[in-house]
Structure formats: structure tokens, C-alpha cells
């Protein structure tokens, strides 16, 4: 052992090991100890408003939660195998992952594209993707979630109704999800990442349209969820976590009712996916006051009536920022601690991020650790047994208090600030984001963020080898001729007439819902990068190669 | 601006994944310790980026990636750099990088990658050593 270390050691003993402050992850001081002072409100109980204490009278002993691993690599052929055999080892959702082409509208022989067709996820492109996706998967059986946002979730969602009408799946019987968010869900509300393949005003509107289409036809279906998740990842703190999601859901709901949509036929289609950090306790009271929030907004600003409107559904996913490439090993014990915390939470589905994370994607043997580590909190940690069990601990009703303002407040600020649209657009939102990501990496550097294995108990000669996934180079240039080939073999007229009254209708009725349209173009076999491109000649929209 | 300034580098992202809490760290980090940093931003392609950094006459490009498109597009950019027979800037790569892709970018003529946890003080001592 090098001396330095032994010394370490040594003096750790002596003066007793201590944390270097008390601050929590988002910098408020934890108290010494809670006592009954400091809790002031009485959390309630399950099942009743607002739903602190969560949404159902008997949450996780009526049904656990919904275990959702984000999968998508390749092609829909390719990402089927991964959806079947995550099913056979206890995934009970789907959670379906786009490539970076798919998700902002291009083709895969866009020149731009090239490079990341089917790395990060599935590539989608025209409607013969999604029959081979969802191959042997009933659609009005098991519930899926397409993580795609607006505008390209209207293409999706069409390819999609698509294939139930072709099956024989009436659209009233499909279960499942669209994120649809196109502030939240690419990589978070970062102004260059959003702005420069679309124009975030329309892809609003697209969005609208989307959520409009499956309120009218498909009642079981949820229309958007705001991706909480994304825009902690940028670095944000819980308090802006909630409060940014909060706002967001609020300005869709507004204008949704501008549509003349009522509140409670759409609000309780609306869902959130969530961060799960580091910081047990925060994160929890984070997810107990969002649910408080949620339920006083619906109620007495929308002026909702059904319970259902007023319920803070959300999905989960453990954090991945504190995952380390050093000691990989470190990042299951990392992911079990937060999957843990979203169960105490009370969350409605989880994704364990893999312990690969800072590698690669999953691959086949994390994706399974993470189900199981999910099964374990489940079935062998009795943390199910009872609802909320953490209900009533001071520190945790103090907690949750105390965000509770906090959100309140900052939402007051957004609200001020003409809603969360307005912010991003007038790059308020990108101002808080930068500030946050400075602090993020200053916190990391120096330390006031331990993080075991990087800025703590760092052991330089560690070589831990875990398997990664690797991507096949060659593929992609298949799967690039495979559309080429695509569209010079597909008859030319249909396809033409088809994208035509799609520009028509979006330059000259621009309010009206442009998903009947689109459903007609793919049914044309038209691509999803022409049918983008057609809506952006229509809006005069220029994205990079046009 | 002093052309001649060997710390003078331009970051950016190429291709489509636009996850940039690291190259926008870095590049505070680096601004921070006394280089001049231009960020190109996300979305360049390999010919964008060289046009930058012909135009900016910086002495190093450095790269961010996470999607595992990194080889993809340092193979390109480092192709650019041979037909057209630039070979005063250096490459820098940093992000989501197996072992043996950092093996294989070095052979491309990459000259440092940075991964995951790497700290601010090791990160700018590699460099100001690499751009000597």
C-alpha cells in the first residue's frame, strides 16, 4: 500500500471520518436532527387530495410498479428481439428509444445522419419499422411507451395507428404512452439542441395535435409526458426540476382547454417522467411535493373535478449523472440505492440505468441486473407492504414542505415570466441550465459532491473490465441503402400527392390538426425525414442542409 | 486575438447527439485556466468544424461525443486533415469512449481523450503539456 494512503488511513481513524458538510444535493442544509416542531402539515393519506402520500389508497399491494427499461438499437427487427426478451425476464412495459435521426426528423441517407443511425436507439423511417417493432406484441395488451417527441411524434403516432387498424386492435384499446414533449424530451430544454431542426412554436403545435388525435380516439392512451428527467440531466437541481415540469404541463394544459378540450377529459392522459438522484431523502420529499403540486394546480386553477385529472403519475429513472466510468461496479450499488428511493417515492414505473452507463448501451446482461434489481426491492425488501412508509418521518415532512414552497415560488417566477415556452424561447431557461452545469462540474471537481471512486477514495490502478455493447459499422451502411432502396422502388405519384396536401394544408390552414394528413402520407410510404421536411418548407423552416 | 497562441483551441460536437454538459464544463474549465476556447457547438459536421478552425487559426480541435458515434466522425475528420494536407492542429477527444476505441483514436492521430471523472487540474495539465 503507498504511504500516502496508509496515512489516509490513519489520520481518518484518529480524527474520525466525517462528511464534508451537511448540504443535500440540491444545497439545502440538512438539520441535525427532525423533531414534531418542525412539521407543520399533516401529509394526509393515500388515494385522498392531494396525494402526498400518493395516488392510490393501496399503491405497490394493489399493483407494483411498472418496470420499463428503455430499449432501441438498430432497426425495428433488431429492437424487437431486445423488447421480447426483456419481457421474458420480467420487464412488464416497453419502453421504446428512437435513433437521434428518428428524433429530429431526418432520413437516414441525410448526409448529417449518417454517422448515428440506429446507435442510440431504433430507426424508425417508414411504416414496415414499425410492424417489424411490435411483431408478436399486443398492442391493447401491454402497455408501451415511445420515448419520441413532437413534431416527429405525429409521424410516429400515425405509423402506429396505422398498425393497429392494419391488425384489427380497435384505436380505443391502445395502451401505452407517447412522450410528445418537444421542449423536454430530446436532451432537455437547451436552446441549440431544440431550435435548430425545427421550430419550437410549430412543434408545440404538432404536439397539441397529437394529444388532440388521442384524446378523440384512443381514451386510454397517455397524450404527453413531461420528461422531468431530461431537464434535470442538464444539471438542474430538484426544486427547478419540479418546478420547470410543472410549469410546462401547466402551459400545455392551458392550451389544450384553448382548443376547447375539458380539463378532465385530458388531464388525467397527462404524465411526467422523473429524476431519481443520489440524495435519498430529497428526492423523495421532490416526488411527494410534485404530487401535492400537481393535484392543487388541477384543482383549483383548471378547476378539475376528477380525482383522475389531479393525479402526478410518473414514470422513473434513476440518474445517471452520478454513474462513473471509474469502478463500474460502484454504479449497481448507485442505481439499487435510487431505485430503492423511487419506490419509497411511490412512482408508477421505473428504469434502472444500466451500470454500463458511462460505456456504452446496455448491454443484454446489465439491462437484465437492472429488472432484477428492481425484482429484488420488490419482492425481498418488504418496502411494499406498506404504502408510504416513509409517511410521517419528520425529516421527510419537513423535506417535503420545505420543496413544496420551493417549487411553489419558482413556478410563481415562470408563471411571471409568461410560462415555460416563453422562458426557453426567451433563453431564460438556457441562462438557469448553464449556471447549474458550471456549478455541477465545480461541485464534481472540488469535491462538495463526493462521488466514491472519482473525487473520493480515488484508486488510480483500478482495472475493473465490464463487457460493452458494440455497434456494428457496416450496418448502418445497410441499413442507409435499405431506405434508398426504399424510396426508388415505391410507386412515385402517391407519394408526391401525399406530401403536397400535407405542405398545402400546414401552409394555408395552419391551425388545423395535421395527423390525418401525415396518417395519408405514410400510407403513401412516404419517409418520415419527407413528411418533416414537407411540414418545414410549409412553416419556412431551413434546418441545416436545406 | 494572438493567432500564435498555442492554447488557442475550438471544442464542438459533431453529428446529431447533442448531450453537451461536458464540453460546456470543459470548456469553462479551460477558459477558466487561461485558454482561449471557441465553441463551435453542437450538430457540426467534420467539414464545418475544420472550416471553423481554419478560420479561428486555432492550434487543436477537441471533440466531445457519448453516443458512440466518435470513431465514426474522428475517422472522417482525421481523413479531412490528411487530404488537405493540414497537419498543424492537433486532436483532442473527450466523452463516452471505451478502452480500445481511445486505443484506436490515438492511432488516428488523436492526441489526448479524456473520459468520464477525469479532474479539471489533470485535464488542463495534459493539455497545456500536449499543446506545448
Not at chain 1, 116 to 125: E, R, T
Not at chain 1, 247 to 259: G, I, N, S
Not at chain 1, 306 to 334: D, K, Y
Not at chain 1, 440 to 461: T, W
Request: glycine share 8%.
Amino acid at each position: 500500500m503507498n504511504p500516502n494512503k496508509t496515512r489516509t488511513i490513519q489520520t481518518s481513524y484518529l480524527e474520525g471520518e466525517r462528511l464534508p458538510h451537511f448540504k443535500s444535493l440540491s444545497g439545502r442544509e440538512y438539520k441535525e436532527v427532525y423533531t414534531p416542531q418542525d412539521v407543520s402539515t399533516d401529509p394526509g393519506l393515500p388515494g385522498i387530495y392531494p396525494f402526498t402520500r400518493g395516488i392510490h389508497k393501496t399503491m405497490y399491494r394493489g399493483r407494483l410498479w411498472t418496470r420499463r427499461q428503455q430499449s432501441g438499437y438498430r432497426s425495428g427487427k433488431e429492437s424487437n428481439e431486445r423488447i421480447k426478451y426483456l419481457l421474458s425476464v420480467g420487464q412488464t412495459g416497453i419502453n421504446m428509444d428512437p435513433d437521434l435521426p428518428t428524433h429530429l426528423g431526418l432520413d437516414p441517407d441525410n448526409p448529417l445522419a449518417q454517422g448515428d443511425v440506429g446507435l442510440q436507439g431504433s430507426s424508425l423511417v417508414i411504416y414496415e419499422d414499425m410492424v417489424d417493432l411490435y411483431r408478436d406484441i399486443p398492442l391493447d395488451r401491454v402497455s408501451n411507451t415511445m420515448i419520441v417527441e413532437a413534431p416527429t411524434s405525429a409521424v410516429i403516432i400515425a405509423q402506429y395507428l396505422l398498425l393497429a387498424r392494419e391488425r384489427g386492435t380497435p384505436w380505443e384499446n391502445l395502451i401505452g404512452t407517447i412522450m410528445n414533449c418537444p421542449l423536454s424530451q430530446f436532451v432537455g430544454p437547451t436552446y441549440q439542441a431544440i431550435t435548430t431542426f425545427f421550430s419550437v412554436e410549430h412543434a408545440v403545435k404538432i404536439a397539441l395535435d397529437v394529444m388532440e388525435t388521442m384524446i378523440q380516439r384512443s381514451p386510454k392512451w397517455n397524450i404527453v409526458n413531461i420528461n422531468a428527467y431530461n431537464i434535470r440531466e442538464t444539471g438542474v437541481n430538484a426544486v427547478q426540476e419540479a418546478a420547470f415540469s410543472l410549469a410546462l404541463a401547466q402551459d400545455y394544459a392551458r392550451k389544450l382547454v384553448e382548443r376547447g378540450l375539458a380539463v378532465d377529459r385530458f388531464a388525467p392522459r397527462i404524465g411526467f417522467f422523473s429524476a431519481v438522484h443520489m440524495d435519498v431523502f430529497e428526492e423523495i420529499a421532490k416526488l411527494r411535493a410534485m404530487r401535492r403540486i400537481w393535484a392543487r394546480i388541477m384543482k383549483e386553477k383548471f378547476k378539475a373535478k376528477n380525482e383522475r385529472s389531479m393525479w402526478f403519475r410518473t414514470a422513473c429513472q434513476t440518474s445517471a449523472l452520478p454513474l462513473t466510468a471509474q469502478e463500474p461496479l460502484n454504479n449497481i450499488v448507485r442505481a439499487g440505492i435510487q431505485t430503492l428511493a423511487a419506490a419509497l417515492a411511490g412512482v408508477q414505473s421505473i428504469h434502472t440505468t444500466g451500470y454500463d452507463e458511462a460505456f456504452s448501451l446496455p448491454t443484454e446482461e446489465s439491462h437484465k441486473l437492472s429488472i432484477r434489481t428492481q425484482q429484488i426491492v420488490a419482492y425481498e425488501t418488504g418496502i411494499t407492504k406498506s404504502v408510504d412508509p416513509l409517511g410521517g418521518s419528520y425529516l421527510v415532512e419537513r423535506l417535503t414542505d420545505e420543496l413544496d414552497e420551493e417549487i411553489w415560488e419558482l413556478l410563481k417566477v415562470i408563471e411571471d415570466r409568461g410560462g415555460f415556452v416563453q422562458c426557453f424561447l426567451d433563453r431564460w431557461v438556457e441562462d438557469q441550465i448553464t449556471e447549474m452545469r458550471y456549478r455541477m462540474g465545480d461541485d464534481m471537481n472540488s469535491g462538495q459532491q463526493p462521488i466514491v471512486g472519482v473525487n473520493l477514495f480515488r484508486d488510480e490502478s483500478d482495472s475493473t473490465k465490464i463487457s460493452i455493447f458494440r455497434h456494428s459499422d457496416s450496418w448502418q451502411q445497410q441499413r442507409i441503402q435499405e431506405i434508398i432502396d426504399h424510396k426508388k422502388n415505391r410507386p412515385k405519384e402517391p407519394v408526391k400527392r401525399a406530401l403536397d396536401a400535407l405542405e398545402r394544408q400546414t401552409r394555408e390552414r395552419p391551425h388545423e390538426n395535421c395527423i390525418e394528413p401525415i396518417m395519408r402520407a405514410v400510407e403513401a410510404r412516404a419517409t418520415l425525414g419527407e413528411i418533416m421536411d414537407a411540414i418545414r418548407k410549409a412553416i419556412d423552416f431551413k434546418r441545416p442542409g436545406m | 486575438m494572438r493567432k500564435g497562441n498555442k492554447n488557442r483551441l475550438l471544442l464542438g460536437k459533431m453529428g446529431l447527439d447533442a448531450h453537451d454538459n461536458g464540453i460546456i464544463i470543459v470548456a469553462k474549465w479551460l477558459s477558466d485556466a487561461g485558454f482561449e476556447v471557441i465553441y463551435a457547438g453542437i450538430y457540426n459536421t467534420p467539414d464545418s468544424l475544420l472550416q471553423s478552425a481554419l478560420q479561428e487559426g486555432v492550434n487543436a480541435i477537441g471533440c466531445s461525443f457519448l453516443g458512440g458515434e466518435h470513431l465514426f466522425y474522428m475517422r472522417k475528420l482525421t481523413e479531412l486533415l490528411k487530404t488537405r494536407q493540414i497537419d498543424n492542429i492537433k486532436l483532442i477527444v473527450g466523452g463516452v469512449i471505451p478502452k480500445e476505441d481511445s486505443d484506436e483514436l490515438k492511432r488516428l492521430g488523436v492526441g489526448c481523450v479524456f473520459t468520464p471523472g477525469t479532474m479539471r487540474d489533470t485535464i488542463i495539465e495534459t493539455l497545456t503539456d500536449y499543446l506545448k
